[in-house]
C-alpha cells in the first residue's frame, strides 16, 4: 500500500496568525508526481562534478538555491565546514537561499534558533518551509475547503475544521496550532469528530496511538496525512532510526487507509514557496544529500539538481540509477555532484 502524493495549488502562507489563504489542493498518485515540467531537467541528469568554470556556468544564472538542512548545511549539532560562509557569499551575490526540510520534530521558529546557533547569519523564519509548517498549512487549507476533497485520504467536512490527532512532537503541534487548528486532548468538547490523524516523528509512537488513530480513521471523512516519507535518519554513530514514513507505513496497514503525504519529493512544499517568494523554476537550484527526496523533489519541480556527498546518499547510489533502465530511477539521477557544498563558494562572485 503506497502513500499518495500532495500537490495542486499551494495555500500562501501570510504570517502567524492567519497564515494561509485557502486555494484548491488535489492529490495525484506517485506515478504522476514527476509532471511534464521537469522533464526538461531529468533529461539532462548526469551526475557530473561540478567544479571550476562549471561553477560559474550553473551558479552565474542563478537567482536562488533550495537547500535542504540536514546532512548538507549540518550534521547533528556541527555545521559543515564553510557552509555559513556559502549562505554570506549567496546573499552577497543576490541570490536567495531558502531551505525545504522534511524535519517534522521542531517549528519553523526552532530552525531559525538553530541556524543562528550553529553561525549561520541573517536566515529568517520567512525563509524555512519544513514539512511540519507545510503539513499544518495543507490541513488548514483541506478543513477549512468547503466540500474537503476525495480520494482514499478522506474528505474535510468543511464545518470549522473539526481536531486533529497529531502523532509527534511538540514542534509539529506547534504548527498545526498556529495555523488556527485544534489538537485532540487540549480542551474540545465531548463528540466533536476529528477529521484529520497527522503522521510525523514521534519518538514516542505507541500501540495505544496506533489503536486510537486507526479509530479515528474508521469514519471515511477523517484525513489521513504524513509530514514526509523518509523511512528512516542516520544517527551520529552510524546507525538508523526510524522515520516518519515507518510510522506512517504502520498507520496505513492497521486502518487499511492510504496518506496523503506533503513533505519531498512531492510538491507541495515548492508551491508553497513559489506563492510566498515568486521564484522562477528554471533559475533555482535544488542542492540535498538524498536522492529519493531531495533530488527527486528537484525533477518533480523542474529545478536543475546537485547532489552533496556529506549525508546520506553516496554516488554509486546515483551512478546506479542513472545506469538503470528505470525511468523512475533516472529521476532519482542529479544534474551535478559536489563532496561538500562549500564546493560551491568559487562559483560566486566576491
Given at each position: 500500500?503506497?502513500?499518495?502524493?500532495?500537490?495542486?495549488?499551494?495555500?500562501?502562507?501570510?504570517?502567524?496568525?492567519?497564515?494561509?489563504?485557502?486555494?484548491?489542493?488535489?492529490?495525484r498518485s506517485s506515478s504522476s508526481s514527476s509532471s511534464s515540467s521537469s522533464s526538461s531537467s531529468s533529461s539532462m541528469a548526469s551526475c557530473r562534478r561540478l567544479s571550476g568554470a562549471g561553477l560559474r556556468e550553473v551558479l552565474g544564472p542563478a537567482q536562488g538555491l533550495l537547500f535542504d538542512c540536514d546532512g548538507v548545511l549540518w550534521a547533528g549539532e556541527r555545521a559543515v565546514p564553510g557552509a555559513p560562509e556559502l549562505l554570506?557569499?549567496?546573499?552577497?551575490?543576490?541570490?536567495?537561499?531558502?531551505?525545504?526540510?522534511?524535519?517534522?520534530?521542531?517549528?519553523?521558529?526552532?530552525?531559525?534558533?538553530?541556524?543562528?546557533?550553529?553561525?549561520?547569519?541573517?536566515?529568517?523564519?520567512?525563509?524555512?518551509?519544513?514539512?511540519?509548517?507545510?503539513?499544518?498549512?495543507?490541513?488548514?487549507?483541506?478543513?477549512?475547503?468547503?466540500?474537503?476533497?476525495?480520494?482514499?485520504?478522506?474528505?474535510?467536512?468543511g464545518g470549522g475544521g473539526g481536531l486533529v490527532f497529531v502523532l509527534g512532537g511538540e514542534g509539529l503541534r506547534g504548527e498545526v496550532r498556529a495555523a488556527g487548528l485544534r489538537l485532540v486532548g487540549e480542551g474540545e468538547a465531548g463528540g466533536e469528530a476529528v477529521r484529520a490523524v497527522l503522521v510525523g516523528y514521534d519518538e514516542g509512537f505507541t500501540f495505544g496511538k496506533l489503536a486510537q488513530a486507526c479509530g479515528y480513521l474508521r469514519d471515511p471523512r477523517c484525513l489521513l496525512v504524513a509530514t514526509d516519507p523518509d523511512p528512516w535518519h542516520p544517527l551520529s554513530d552510524g546507525r538508523r532510526t526510524p522515520g516518519t514514513g515507518s510510522l506512517t507505513a504502520a498507520v496505513e496497514t492497521a486502518s487499511g487507509r492510504k496518506a496523503l503525504v506533503v513533505g519531498k519529493p512531492n510538491t507541495y512544499m515548492?508551491?508553497?514557496?513559489?506563492?510566498?517568494?515568486?521564484?522562477?523554476?528554471?533559475?533555482?537550484?535544488?542542492?540535498?544529500?538524498?536522492?529519493?527526496?531531495?533530488?527527486?523533489?528537484?525533477?518533480?519541480?523542474?529545478?536543475?539538481?546537485?547532489?552533496?556527498?556529506?549525508?546520506?546518499?553516496?554516488?554509486?547510489?546515483?551512478?546506479?540509477?542513472?545506469?538503470?533502465?528505470s525511468a523512475a530511477a533516472k529521476d532519482m539521477v542529479p544534474n551535478y555532484y559536489?563532496?561538500?557544498?562549500?564546493?560551491?563558494?568559487p562559483g560566486l562572485d566576491e
Open positions: 500500500m503506497g502513500m499518495d502524493i500532495v500537490g495542486g495549488a499551494a495555500a500562501s502562507p501570510a504570517g502567524r496568525g492567519g497564515r494561509s489563504r485557502s486555494s484548491s489542493s488535489s492529490t554570506e557569499r549567496l546573499q552577497r551575490s543576490g541570490k536567495a537561499a531558502l531551505f525545504v526540510s522534511n524535519n517534522s520534530r521542531r517549528s519553523v521558529a526552532e530552525l531559525e534558533l538553530r541556524f543562528s546557533r550553529l553561525g549561520f547569519r541573517g536566515v529568517r523564519a520567512e525563509h524555512v518551509f519544513s514539512s511540519a509548517l507545510c503539513s499544518a498549512l495543507f490541513l488548514r487549507q483541506r478543513l477549512g475547503a468547503a466540500g474537503g476533497g476525495g480520494g482514499d485520504g478522506g474528505d474535510g467536512d515548492f508551491e508553497c514557496i513559489v506563492e510566498r517568494f515568486g521564484v522562477d523554476p528554471a533559475r533555482t537550484l535544488m542542492v540535498g544529500d538524498r536522492l529519493e527526496t531531495d533530488i527527486l523533489f528537484g525533477k518533480n519541480c523542474g529545478l536543475a539538481t546537485i547532489l552533496t556527498l556529506t549525508g546520506v546518499s553516496r554516488l554509486e547510489e546515483a551512478q546506479a540509477y542513472m545506469a538503470s533502465d559536489v563532496d561538500s557544498i562549500a564546493d560551491l563558494i
